[in-house]
T-cell receptor, first 112, second 114 residues
Framework: GENVEQHPSTLSVQEGDSAVIKCTYS??????FPWYKQELGKRPQLIID?????GEKKDQRIAVTLNKTAKHFSLHITETQPEDSAVYFC???????????FGGGTRVLVKP | GAVVSQHPSWVICKSGTSVKIECRSL??????MFWYRQFPKQSLMLMAT?????????EQGVEKDKFLINHASLTLSTLTVTSAHPEDSSFYIC??????????FGPGTRLTVT
């Protein structure tokens, strides 16, 4: 089955700096890669996603890049703010309506 | 936007009893829902895929007789933890597919077994 690895497990940045989280996946058939933000005790919230026919997608301060050949994808957060502090999860899915396999999560702390 | 609700938000039960958790899609129909378990400071682990009108598909290592899933309508899936034990204490979260790929999560249910 699919295996998703995520690094780093923790990330501390100064407010205003950029944060980058990287994930690798094992199943070359995976074609959907969402990113979720989870605050303590709350539900994961979809913040951005990318499909395998696209190499990069951006939404304001958040961007995701995908390298299908290398089987890795990354989340980039620019101009970080304290409210960006949370746990971020990457995930991969092989088909429409199919299950997601999650990475281990990255705990991001943005220091004011 | 798509809203997924769960009930209850938290529950405390005694060891040996059963607990039912409901997952509802409020403004859309969900033929497929997923149930996850999340232990403190860990990732989400998929337990099972719930399909409306058919049996759930369980992930390897998940006891189907212990975690009963029923998806009787296009807006409701239930997870029943039978004969709960302290090691079943966890955060249980459901999700539903909206559109083609996007999964939206419920707010989760924190189960504590004493």
């Amino acid at each position: 089955g699919e295996n998703v690895e995520q690094h780093p497990s923790t990330l501390s940045v100064q407010e205003g700096d950029s944060a980058v989280i990287k994930c690798t996946y094992s199943d070359s058939a995976s074609n959907y890669f969402p990113w979720y933000k989870q605050e303590l005790g709350k539900r994961p919230q979809l913040i951005i996603d990318i499909r395998s026919n696209v190499g990069e997608k951006k939404d304001q301060r958040i961007a995701v890049t995908l390298n299908k050949t290398a089987k890795h994808f990354s989340l980039h957060i620019t101009e970080t703010q304290p409210e960006d502090s949370a746990v971020y999860f990457c995930a991969a899915s092989g088909a429409a309506g199919n299950k997601l396999t999650f990475g281990g999560g990255t705990r991001v702390l943005v220091k004011p | 936007g798509a809203v997924v609700s769960q009930h209850p938000s938290w529950v405390i039960c005694k060891s040996g009893t059963s607990v039912k958790i409901e997952c509802r899609s409020l403004d859309f129909q969900a033929t497929t829902m997923f149930w996850y378990r999340q232990f403190p400071k860990q990732s989400l682990m998929l337990m099972a895929t719930s399909n409306e009108g058919s049996k759930a598909t369980y992930e390897q290592g998940v006891e189907k007789d212990k975690f009963l899933i029923n998806h009787a309508s296009l807006t409701l899936s239930t997870l029943t933890v039978t004969s709960a034990h302290p090691e079943d204490s966890s955060f249980y979260i459901c999700s539903a597919i909206v559109g083609t790929y996007e999964q939206y999560f419920g707010p989760g249910t924190r189960l504590t077994v004493t």
